[in-house]
């Protein structure tokens, strides 16, 4: 263990045994950076939901994009840029070793043309961003498997419900934190396998259950009492919960209710050696936050699935491995450094959207090449000789 200073904010900062065999495995220095700091310096780079109109710089038609009309940035329609119209090849340049890395990459992040949006496979969801096969959605992001979903975040399956909050195999929900396969669930947290409810928190297994916290395996309960199934279409009916006065008023007494009762420490099931929150048959992982499933042996990761040896990511897995500082990478890829947006893929370092690529350094927008540098084609000697 070692304790160092942040260049950045100068507070002090702990690196642990295991952090540095991680560092030692994908071959990288410490970072000199705190992990505050280190994640303010990779969300730089994230914008999911800031939506700007601007002009398409290829067909000249108005496009909804994330990136500013005031940047000096070359942008195409998400399904433009998609089509095999351009091969960001041809915006490679050679290598100056008279000028530092991050100039020329800059350089080059002005010649190539950027996809609108960061979407892959959506149907009739325009304004949405980091959303993955997503069918009539709107102002939603960082979502995938979603269909009719609407202003809702960091959901995985979800149908026909909105205001959503993390969360998976949602249908008919509505402003819902972090609730998982349930159907016609409104104003409930942290809750899993519940229906016709309301205003749950930290339940499972629940139906037709109204302002309830910490219950299982329950039906017909309100405030945490049981009722007749009579009783409560009675009380129901006359709360009268479409009146919006009268919502506001429950919203306030569950609250009242809910803050007497014992809160559970971190929603972490079925994990070994987990620190975080919201975190699911998992092991071997410290400060990870809203990991859906299977992980192991990361640190420091953020709205993650099926991840493997990796640190420092949001948006990051499904069924990938050692990443280290990048956001949106990952399914079916490994050893990326650096990366933004960067899927199906290996062998990447300091590499914005690209797919399908391997043995690629400071490269954008390619698709499907290998051994790349600043997007100039070379050959695997040439190329392992410069990136050893």
Aim: charged fraction near 25%.
């Amino acid at each position: 263990m070692e304790t160092k200073t942040c260049q950045n904010c100068k507070t002090k900062f702990i690196i642990e045994k295991e952090d540095f065999n991680f560092y030692e495995k994908i071959k990288v220095p410490p970072p000199t950076f705190c992990p505050e700091c280190r994640n303010k310096r990779r969300m730089s780079w994230r914008n999911e939901r800031t939506l700007y109109k601007r002009i398409c710089d290829a067909t000249q038609k108005n496009i909804i994009t994330m990136f500013s009309p005031n940047e000096k940035l070359i942008v195409y329609d998400r399904d433009y840029w998609w089509k095999e119209n351009f091969d960001a090849l041809e915006y490679g340049q050679e290598i100056d070793f008279n000028k530092t890395f991050f100039i020329q990459f800059d350089e080059l992040f002005r010649k190539v043309p950027l996809p609108s949006l960061l979407n892959e496979n959506v149907v009739n969801s325009s304004f949405c961003n980091c959303v993955h096969n997503a069918k009539n959605c709107y102002l939603s992001v960082a979502s995938m498997e979603v269909e009719n979903v609407l202003y809702s975040t960091r959901v995985i399956g979800g149908k026909d419900s909105m205001d959503l909050f993390g969360g998976f195999n949602q249908e008919m929900c509505y402003e819902n934190v972090v609730c998982d396969k349930s159907n016609h669930l409104f104003f409930s947290e942290r809750s899993m396998e519940c229906f016709d409810s309301m205003f749950l928190s930290d339940c499972k297994n629940l139906g037709n259950c109204l302002g309830c916290v910490n219950l299982r395996n329950v039906n017909y309960h309100i405030f945490n009492k049981p009722y007749s199934k009579e009783e409560y279409k009675k009380y129901i009916k006359n709360l009268n919960l479409n009146n919006y006065d009268n919502l506001y008023k429950f919203k306030e007494k569950f609250s009242f209710f809910k803050n007497t009762l014992p809160k559970k420490y971190a929603n972490v099931l079925s994990c070994y050696s987990v620190t975080g929150d919201n975190v699911t048959n998992s092991k071997n992982c410290k400060f990870c936050f809203d990991a859906y499933k299977d992980l192991e042996n990361c640190a420091f990761c953020v709205h993650a699935i099926a991840l493997k040896d990796s640190s420092d990511g949001y948006g990051v897995g499904d069924n990938a491995e050692q990443l280290y500082e990048v956001i949106d990478s990952g399914v079916n890829a490994s050893n990326f450094l650096s990366t933004v947006c960067v899927h199906e893929s290996h062998n990447l370092y300091y590499c914005y959207i690209c797919h399908n690529s391997s043995n690629l350094f400071g490269c954008i927008g390619l698709k499907n090449k290998n051994y790349c540098i600043l997007n100039k084609q070379y050959t695997k000697e040439e190329y392992e000789e410069l990136v050893p």
